[in-house]
């Protein structure tokens, strides 16, 4: 599974931003999808998953009810909307690809894009 995301930008305080993750590969449809974030001196961050089957969505404590997590089969397309958006979100957002059920430990993750930058100013 390749993975490509997109959608980060430089947003002010209190905006919204949809991040995208297409996948080439028939096998996508199967794994479990992940979105990640790593802010500068710190380490990469566990933000939300998804099952194969667009089941279980779990997110971390400090984006629930402002992150809504999704994905599109049909499409080879996984998707983040951020609302509400503070400073501490800003990272750099990454998806990643692994069969099974979620983890929230990267390393169990075989599959990642290349990182998309999500900046949210005050």
């Known amino acids: 599974v390749q993975l490509q995301a997109s959608g980060g930008g430089l947003v002010q305080a209190g905006s919204s931003l949809r991040l995208s993750c297409a996948a080439s590969?028939?096998?996508?449809?199967?794994?479990?999808l992940g979105w990640f974030r790593q802010a500068p001196g710190k380490e990469r961050e566990f933000v939300s998953f998804i099952a194969w089957d667009g089941g279980s969505p779990n997110y971390t404590e400090s984006v629930k009810g402002r992150f809504v997590i999704s994905r599109d089969n049909a499409k080879n397309t996984g998707y983040l909307q951020m609302n509400s958006l503070k400073p501490e979100d800003t990272a750099v957002y990454y998806c990643?690809?692994?069969?099974?059920?979620?983890?929230?430990?990267?390393?169990?993750?075989?599959?990642w894009g290349q990182g998309t930058q999500v900046t949210v100013s005050s």
């Open positions: 990643a690809a692994r069969p099974g059920r979620i983890s929230s430990n990267p390393g169990l993750y075989p599959y």
């Open positions: 590969g028939r096998t996508f449809s199967s794994h479990g």
